[in-house]
């Protein structure tokens, strides 16, 4: 019998035979798992749909769907509360604001993270690559300051992690360059306030809150007065920053004058020992509060009702009835974009004015943006999946992608990769502020104390009471509150 | 009889066998179930969504119980109810709320007769004008806010850019507490005034045309032709119209939620509001469903005047 060499062809399909039954086999291994998470409908979020659906393959090689429930931002709060509160059992993941970490860890409903960190160490070297100031406000409960955490780095002794970034957000300024880099307008600003109009980002970084009214001032021009090299088609204004009474809009805003003014917010860190009474209503507060609502005489005339939230300055800044905004970096995409914002191609960044303390300029800002946690009812494989999933979105590749997709990094090694300032304008401005930022209260009784602040401070706003009497209302209902939870003691 | 009670019992026997031979479906399908099986969807639906939480809530109110804390809640009695009467928010709130009943209520009373008594003629393109006219009330309450929020904007709305022709400035109504209820008003009553219309309409058309006839011929004034004639075939709806609009109003949440968030400060935040904030931002669970029963307590009375004027119409009818 004459023994014939075996073709290619014939190799090959001897080995697809012997390999189907383990390929057969492995897909009938693979499980199918949803991970399904709860999180607000803006971009930050679409993006990570879109690109899990892309590029997302679980290394356990089961079938794990990211299926991200999408709530708009109005309701976010409430589906997700009535969710949790209810039982049901929805969500393996949710992002979830800072604020809210200690409702829903105290509730029992997110995860703590600290063994399944300690056991992994991808996950240690994540926690390690985060900025402090995230893993402060985005992580820890009870709260462990950023200074803290930035001594010790992972594991903080004291701390107790549940979340990861899934979107840090700072706030910076938006700015027209046709208008502050304009020569006729810098000659009158010059004439009338001594110094030039800042024309490149780099320019701002000397700008206080001194400087931003007299931009309010110089840039406020009636319909048909000249503006720029052309003239103004309606009333136009020079400043704003939000001010309203929904969600935290005046909140995020006002911190950041108490802090730049030496004053503070009650103190989460130090309870039961720190005091609200003396505290919020400090000297200093009700300074720092005066020179926010002094400023809005120079906003848009919306600053009046109580209703200039972010979303309506960034509207009327792309209307280009603003010349210069603070907003959170997470609303500059459509800004540059031409399909919605007439200033598109004028638009520049810079970071936020500050206010002149002791030689310096600070910047203290509130920190926004959002983590995503994990629940406290999913089996171990789905939390394995789960913890996949957020290695996934914070490899290096992942946030790459998301910054160049008009989102923002959490990742020191993100942001200090060289190419980094040029994936977007704001970029620089962003990294610059992370420096800056405190986050507010993390207490289950945060809804409360900021619901009755916002109220305040709307009256405040809107003419009805002194930046005092708000102040002395607010310090009152806080430690009432907080006494009642045991969170202030004498 | 012997051919009837035959036929009676070949009856019983073939339904049995049909039951035997039809299995479930035709048990079911018997005559005597086919009634209440069909309603039962209805009935469950209701017990689910509306008497059981109704229940529910009722039950909450007497306890301390907070929808984001994990304590087990403790009987607490009427502490709820009197926490509540005796919040002076509540009758701050309760103030709001009856303002702008009475404004948004009287407005729509009077522009929804004016155009009753506009549309019982006929004129040209009349069908086409009372449909556009009837248009704002079947619009959601979400748009006739949004509609309204901009129509207010003091930077882009059509209303600042109308006064500001006159005055050289913007106008904002939506920065006093005056204002701002006026701007509630003005949309609540934009939105229902044709509802308050269709139903005096009805009684308009209703009038015998022979009455007007015999008072012409009376040379009766046009004020005595309505107070005489007109007026009492309207009385009763208008009656219907001005409680069912009071209830319905009472319990406003959208249009002040949406257009102004109840500022500036709380001056426009209607009891409603309030108990919604009670519950969902303060988490006082209990107490906003004390609140919550305080209101229905007030609709339920208010609902029983207006269930002895229908009755009263109806005998009178």
């Known amino acids: 019998m004459e023994h014939k060499p075996m073709t290619l062809k014939r190799t090959l399909s001897v080995l697809a035979l012997t390999a189907a039954p383990f390929l057969v086999a492995e897909s009938a291994w693979a499980k199918d798992i949803t991970i399904r998470m709860a999180a607000p409908d803006w971009g930050p979020t679409r993006f990570m749909q879109e690109h899990a659906n892309a590029t997302y393959k679980a290394p356990s090689g089961n079938n794990v769907q990211l299926e991200i429930d999408f709530i708009p931002w109005p309701n976010f709060f409430d589906r997700v509360n009535a969710s949790l509160n209810s039982g049901e059992q929805k969500y393996q993941m949710i992002v979830s604001d800072s604020q809210w970490l200690g409702t829903f860890i105290e509730s029992g409903h997110f995860l703590k993270l600290n063994d399944l960190i300690a056991a992994d160490a991808e996950l240690q070297a994540i926690m390690n690559n985060l900025h402090p100031a995230l893993v402060s406000g985005y992580s820890t409960y009870p709260n462990v300051s950023a200074a803290d955490i930035e001594k010790t780095g992972y594991p903080h002794p004291d701390a107790n992690y549940y979340g990861f970034p899934q979107f840090p957000d700072t706030y910076v300024t938006y700015y027209r360059t046709d208008l502050f880099c304009d020569e006729g307008e810098n000659a009158t600003f010059k004439a009338a306030y001594g110094s030039d109009l800042p024309c490149n980002p780099d320019d701002w970084e000397s700008i206080t809150w001194d400087d931003w009214e007299n931009f309010g001032k110089h840039f406020a021009r009636k319909s048909g007065e000249k503006l720029g090299s052309g003239t103004a088609d309606g009333d136009f204004y020079g400043i704003a920053y939000q001010a309203a009474k929904p969600l935290d809009f005046s909140t995020m805003q006002i911190n950041a004058f108490f802090?730049?003014?030496?004053?503070?917010?009650?103190?989460?860190?130090?309870?039961?020992?720190?005091?609200?009474?003396?505290?919020?209503?400090?000297?200093?507060?009700?300074?720092?509060?005066?020179?926010?609502?002094?400023?809005?005489?120079?906003?848009p005339p919306i600053a009046k009702t109580g209703q200039m939230g972010i979303f309506e300055i960034q509207d009327l800044f792309m209307q280009g009835k603003i010349a210069a905004i603070v907003d959170w970096v997470a609303l500059g995409a459509p800004v540059i974009d031409p399909a919605t914002s007439k200033v598109h191609d004028r638009a520049a960044?810079?970071?936020?004015?500050?206010?002149?303390?002791?030689?310096?300029?600070?910047?203290?800002?509130?920190?926004?943006?959002?983590?995503?946690?994990?629940?406290?009812?999913?089996?171990?494989?789905?939390?394995?999946e789960a913890l996949d999933v957020v290695k996934w979105w914070l490899s290096e590749e992942t946030q790459i992608a998301a910054v160049k997709a008009g989102g923002q990094s959490g990742l020191v090694s993100v942001l200090n990769n060289p190419d980094y300032e040029s994936w977007a304008p704001w970029n620089a401005q962003h990294k610059a502020m992370l420096e800056w930022q405190k986050d507010l209260w993390h207490v289950p009784e945060f809804f409360e104390l900021l619901t009755q602040q916002q109220e305040e401070f709307d009256k405040a706003i809107t003419g009805q009471i002194s930046a005092q009497e708000a102040l002395d209302n607010v310090a009152a209902f806080q430690d009432e509150l907080l006494r009642d939870a045991g969170r202030i003691e004498d | 009889m012997a051919d009837l009670n035959t036929s009676g019992a070949g009856?019983?026997?073939?339904?049995?066998?049909?039951?035997?031979?039809?299995?479930?479906?035709?048990?079911?399908?018997?005559?005597?179930?086919?009634?209440?099986?069909?309603?039962?969807?209805?009935?469950?639906?209701?017990?689910?969504?509306?008497?059981?939480?109704l229940l529910w809530s009722f039950g909450l109110s007497f306890f301390n119980y907070r929808a984001n804390r994990l304590t087990v809640p403790s009987f607490k009695g009427l502490d709820n109810y009197e926490k509540v009467l005796t919040d002076p928010v509540v009758w701050e709130r309760f103030q709001t709320t009856g303002i702008i009943v009475g404004a948004s209520v009287t407005l729509q009373l009077i522009f929804g007769f004016l155009l009753a008594l506009l549309f019982a003629k006929t004129f040209p393109l009349r069908r086409i004008l009372l449909m556009l006219v009837l248009a704002p009330m079947m619009l959601s309450f979400v748009s006739v806010a949004i509609f309204f929020k901009l129509f207010y904007d003091p930077t882009l709305g059509l209303l600042s850019w109308a006064i500001g022709l006159f005055t050289g400035e913007p106008f904002i109504l939506l920065a006093t507490p005056a204002g701002s209820i006026a701007a509630i008003v003005i949309a609540d009553a934009w939105m229902w005034s044709p509802f308050v219309m269709l139903l005096v309409l009805a009684g308009l058309v209703s009038v015998p045309t022979y009455l007007y006839e015999a008072a012409e011929i009376d040379r009766a004034s046009p004020w005595r032709r309505f107070r005489t004639i007109t007026f009492p075939y309207i009385k009763s709806l208008l009656l219907l119209a001005l409680l069912f609009r009071t209830i319905e109003t009472f319990k406003l949440f959208d249009l002040s939620f949406l257009i102004t968030g109840g500022g500036p400060g709380a001056s426009t935040e209607t009891v409603a509001i309030y108990a919604y904030r009670l519950g969902f931002q303060f988490f006082r669970t209990s107490q906003a469903s004390a609140l919550a029963y305080l209101i229905l307590f007030v609709v339920i009375v208010l609902t029983s005047i207006y269930l002895y004027i229908v009755n009263r119409r109806n005998e009178e009818g």
């Open chain 1, 259 to 299: 802090w730049q003014f030496g004053g503070g917010i009650w103190d989460e860190t130090t309870q039961p020992n720190s005091p609200a009474l003396g505290v919020v209503n400090s000297a200093e507060n009700v300074e720092g509060f005066q020179r926010f609502l002094d400023l809005l005489e120079y906003a």
């Open chain 1, 349 to 384: 960044f810079a970071v936020p004015p500050g206010n002149m303390r002791d030689g310096k300029i600070d910047r203290t800002g509130n920190l926004g943006g959002q983590p995503f946690v994990l629940t406290t009812w999913n089996d171990d494989e789905v939390i394995k």
């Open chain 2, 11 to 53: 009856a019983v026997s073939g339904a049995g066998s049909v039951a035997k031979s039809g299995g479930l479906l035709a048990w079911l399908n018997a005559p005597e179930r086919r009634g209440p099986l069909l309603v039962a969807p209805a009935l469950i639906t209701l017990f689910v969504m509306n008497i059981f939480p």
